[in-house]
T-cell receptor, first 109, second 117 residues
Framework: GQNIDQPTEMTATEGAIVQINCTYQ??????LFWYQQHAGEAPTFLSY??LDGLEEKGRFSSFLSRSKGYSYLLLKELQMKDSASYLC??????????WGAGTKLIIKP | GAVVSQHPSWVICKSGTSVKIECRSL??????MFWYRQFPKQSLMLMAT?????????EQGVEKDKFLINHASLTLSTLTVTSAHPEDSSFYIC?????????????FGDGTRLSIL
């Protein structure tokens, strides 16, 4: 079966750095996505990785290793507004988006 | 950027009522639209995938007679929850994808919070 694993919850301090990991086992791979979802709102797109390596976009970076079936989202200079759920999703061979359960990130002052 | 409009954003109605939710792609043609449901503190659950002009493909466990999906045009899909009951109360989110599979796989609407009394 297809499976995406990410931690259920993480806590970090304002101004610090946090890394959210995601491992996946899917039928084929056409890219990995990270979405941010605030409570009661729809997900918003953060990043897309299809090749190995690190993609940096401002305070957020996303890394992919296809051979290991592994990705992480790195958030720097954490702000209180970064408190949200972060969803990892993978495009399988049929371009179907497979969702992880999400990681709830709690930022403390 | 691409915009998807979902309406209504909030519905409260009595048990037994049918509720229609609209999803529109405002500035691109959406060949495929997706309907998700999300219960509190849980991840998105794909309910069905609809392609313009054809019948929707439902995920296992989703009742097609209860959740009617119509994708009559390249910019509009509707989800009708028929004879809704309290257990149907949830956050429903649509998303739209265009044929060229741009970098963002799906553009999400803002969601509809459905509460059945």
């Amino acid at each position: 079966g297809q499976n995406i694993d990410q931690p259920t919850e993480m806590t970090a301090t304002e101004g610090a750095i946090v890394q959210i990991n995601c491992t996946y086992q899917t039928s084929g791979f056409n890219g990995l996505f990270w979405y941010q979802q605030h409570a009661g709102e729809a997900p918003t797109f953060l990043s897309y990785n299809v090749l190995d390596g690190l993609e940096e976009k401002g305070r957020f970076s996303s890394f992919l290793s296809r051979s290991k079936g592994y990705s992480y989202l790195l958030l720097k200079e954490l702000q209180m507004k970064d408190s949200a759920s972060y969803l990892c999703a993978v495009w399988d061979s049929n371009y179907q988006l497979i969702w992880g359960a999400g990681t709830k990130l709690i930022i403390k002052p | 950027g691409a915009v998807v409009s979902q309406h209504p954003s909030w519905v409260i109605c009595k048990s037994g009522t049918s509720v229609k939710i609209e999803c529109r792609s405002l500035d691109f043609q959406a060949t495929t639209m997706f309907w998700y449901r999300q219960f509190p503190k849980q991840s998105l659950m794909l309910m069905a995938t609809s392609n313009e002009g054809s019948k929707a493909t439902y995920e296992q466990g989703v009742e097609k007679d209860k959740f009617l999906i119509n994708h009559a045009s390249l910019t509009l899909s509707t989800l009708t929850v028929t004879s809704a009951h309290p257990e149907d109360s949830s956050f429903y989110i649509c998303s739209a994808a265009s044929a060229d599979r741009e970098v963002q796989p799906q553009h999400f609407g803002d969601g509809t919070r459905l509460s059945i009394l």
